[in-house]
Structure formats: C-alpha cells, structure tokens
C-alpha cells in the first residue's frame, strides 16, 4: 500500500497477522540391522498455540532520502520471539 503525505510517499509492506497451532515434534529412531536399538528424541516443549506478527514501511523524508523499519515476532504461551530492524537508504 502506498500513501501520499504532503508531496512524499509512504509504502506498508509485509503486514501480515497470522495463528496456528504446533504439534507434538517427537520422532523415534532404530539403527538398521540391530534389533533393539530404537531411541526416541523429544525436545524442549513449544507452546501449542501461537500467533505470528509482522509488520514493515518504508517513508521518504527527501527526494533522495529512505527511512524504513521492520518487525517480526512470534508469541506463544511458553515462547516468545521478537526481531527488528531499521534502515536509512540514500542515493547520490
């Protein structure tokens, strides 16, 4: 989406919202040609329900100045997981 404000623009990107639901990750094993040799793996227990955010623009403050940001996360009930970033973009 892309805005006009005052003669610069604005652009959204990225902007999504969005539930699911995890299940169990475990997985057994067996080594090939020894009887009994079965293992099962399990791993740190991830919240079962979660929800993943993300959200992204980009603004132009000149002509031939950029200004963007971004986020993206995840939240669960045992978990949470945030990340961001920023930019400056110039061109000569």
């Known amino acids: 989406m892309v805005t006009s404000l005052g003669g610069r623009w604005m652009t959204l990107h990225g902007n999504r919202l969005a539930a699911g639901h995890l299940r169990d990750m475990t997985f057994a094993a067996t080594q090939a040609g020894l009887p009994g040799a079965a293992c099962v793996f399990a791993g740190a227990r991830q919240g079962g329900d979660g929800e993943l955010m993300a959200a992204g623009f ?6 031939n100045a950029v200004l963007g940001g971004r986020f993206d996360g995840c939240a669960s009930a045992k978990s949470r997981s945030y990340a961001g970033s920023a930019s400056m973009r110039i061109s000569f």
């Open 58 to 63: 980009e603004y132009q403050l000149t002509p």
